[in-house]
């Protein structure tokens, strides 16, 4: 586009030097004859410079675009490397030691359980990055379903407190039997994402809250919210676009690639849904919300009473 655009904007350039051109020797002949054609080559000429600076201006914003891309993909190389070389050094430092020294049975335990940490780590990256790549691709047919919300919200929290090792109340439920239809692992990577990031970026005493109800017009909403710092209002769109993660790379605490939102936002859409950013009623943090189609069933409903 932006090369497409400078042609473009050349050959208006051109034409505007010789419609100029061909007006100097008019206005120079200065003959009443032909003062109908000098205004209307002055007329096509005011309106070449006006395509030009529209022609300009988009330039411009195109390669603004641009800059801020190369940006987010610098920031996204270095997460990655450093989401890379940290596990790795650090398994074959515990490698290191087990071959070269001798430890007692306890250590080599913690020693096993921080590699298999380190493993779990890389693998949540590669999968990350696989369900980035597989947005593109055509979506599989015949994979959507009736799927229990509030099920898979409970194995979306508890999956996320055992992997921070935190108490499985860290994060406190409040769900109704509500059934929506779409692709289970879709949804699994919409939530699990969300409640990651609620648990990651939660206040030094971790507490996520997560709510799912009916709302209006046969939709569902779900409200994932956590006692972080919050969200700026201004960057609350930004957090969604690929490799976008705020503030340098090299200067953050926490990991990650900058790609769990915009996996969450691209799904979320094809789900036929939406997800926004809101501040808690009170205190800090912030709130996602998604919205969905959805459908309270009486067989949810059975569902739970023969399990009780």
Partial sequence: MPILLAIGMIVVLVVLAVGWVVLAVIGALQNASISGVYWVLLSVGSTFILLLLVGVVLYLILSIKAINLTRRQSNFIDSVTHELKSPIASMKLYLQTLSRHQVNQQVQADFYRFMLEDLERLDHLINQMLDAGRLDAERPKGEDEDVELADLLHNCAAAVCMNYRV??????????????????????????????????????????????????????????????????????????????????????????????????????????????????????????????????????????????
């Fill in 167 to 308: 108490p499985a109340d860290t994060v406190r439920l409040d769900l109704r039997p509500i059934i929506v239809w779409g692709r289970r692992l879709d949804l699994d990577i919409i939530f699990r994402n969300l409640i990651d990031n609620a648990v990651k970026y939660a206040g030094a005493a971790p507490r996520v809250e997560v709510s799912l109800q009916p709302s209006a017009n046969g939709q569902v909403l779900v409200r994932i919210a956590d006692n972080g710092r919050g969200i700026p209002l201004h960057l609350r769109r930004k957090i969604f676009g690929r490799f976008v993660r705020l503030g340098m790379e090299l200067e953050r605490e926490k990991p990650g690639t900058g790609l769990g939102l915009y996996i969450v936002r691209t799904l979320v859409r094809r789900h036929r849904g939406r997800i926004r950013v809101r501040d808690p009623e009170e205190g800090p943090g912030s709130v996602f919300e998604v919205q969905l189609p959805g459908k309270t069933l009486q067989i949810a409903n059975c569902k739970l009473q023969n399990e009780n």
